[in-house]
C-alpha cells in the first residue's frame, strides 16, 4: 500500500513539474515583451565605400558596428531586424538617414547584414521590432516618410518657449535632452515636403524671424 501511495505521489509531482515547464516557456518574439512591430519591408546593407564618413547624427560611419539607417526613426532608437526568409535577427542602433531607394525600408552595416545573412544577395525582406520607447510615442506619422518644421529658437524654461510659440499660429514647443540638459525648442508648422518648409521658411525671414529647416526627431 505504501509503495502505491509513493508511486502516486511521484506520479503527480512529475506531472506538475512538466505543467510548470510548458507555462514558463517563451517563444523568441515573447521573450521580450517590449518588442513592438513596427515596419515590414526589404531591408539592404552598406558598407566599405562609407567607412569613416559622417553619418547623419555626426557619428563615424563604422562598417563593423551594429547600426543602421532609417528615414524617420529618431537617433538611437534601438530595432531588432529580422530576417523573415530564414529567421535570423540582429539588433541595431539607428545613427543614420537612409535608404533612399523606394522600395527598401532600412540600411544595415556590413556587420549586422552578415548577422541576417544577406551579404551575398544584397537585400532581404525583413520585420522591424522597436526595442525602446514606443510606438505611440514617435513622432512621426508615415514611418517611409520623414516630417519638416522650422526651428526658430531654444530656451531653457518652457514658459519662454510657449510664449514665443504663440506668436505663431503653427508655432509648437519639443522637450528635449541635449548632453544630459533639458531645453524647449521652439518650431513652426511640419510639412510633408521639405520644399514647403522652406517656402515657410522664407516667408518667416521676411517678416523678420530667422529660422532653419530640419527634419524633426523624436
Known amino acids: 500500500m505504501s509503495n502505491s501511495k509513493t508511486l502516486l505521489q511521484t506520479v503527480i509531482i512529475s506531472l506538475f513539474i512538466l505543467s510548470s515547464c510548458k507555462s514558463t516557456k517563451l517563444s523568441p518574439k515573447s521573450s521580450n515583451t517590449r518588442e513592438q512591430s513596427i515596419e515590414t ?58 535608404p533612399y531607394a523606394k522600395d527598401r ?4 552595416s556590413k556587420k549586422a547584414a552578415s548577422q541576417l545573412s544577406m551579404i551575398e544577395a544584397g537585400t532581404a525582406r525583413v520585420e522591424l521590432f522597436l526595442l525602446n520607447g514606443s510606438k505611440d510615442d514617435l513622432n512621426v506619422e508615415n514611418l517611409k516618410r520623414p516630417t519638416y518644421a522650422i526651428q526658430i529658437a531654444s530656451f531653457s524654461d518652457r514658459a519662454s518657449a510657449s510664449k514665443r510659440a504663440r506668436d505663431f499660429q503653427d508655432g509648437w ?3 528635449v535632452d541635449v548632453n544630459q540638459k533639458i531645453v524647449y525648442r521652439v518650431f513652426v508648422g ?23 529647416v530640419k527634419q524633426i526627431e523624436n
Not at 105 to 108: F, N, P, T
Open 190 to 212: 511640419k510639412f510633408s515636403e521639405v520644399s514647403l518648409a522652406k517656402k515657410r521658411n522664407t516667408e518667416l525671414r521676411q517678416r523678420g524671424t530667422n529660422g532653419f
Open 173 to 175: 514647443i519639443k522637450k
Open 105 to 108: 525600408i532600412i540600411d544595415l
Open 41 to 98: 519591408g526589404v531591408a539592404s546593407w552598406y558598407g566599405p565605400g562609407f567607412q569613416g564618413k559622417k553619418t547623419a547624427n555626426g557619428e563615424k560611419f563604422n562598417t563593423n558596428a551594429l547600426t543602421a539607417a532609417h528615414r524617420t526613426l529618431p537617433f538611437n532608437t534601438e530595432l531588432r531586424v529580422e530576417n523573415l526568409t530564414n529567421g535570423k535577427s540582429v539588433k541595431v542602433r539607428i545613427n543614420d538617414r537612409g
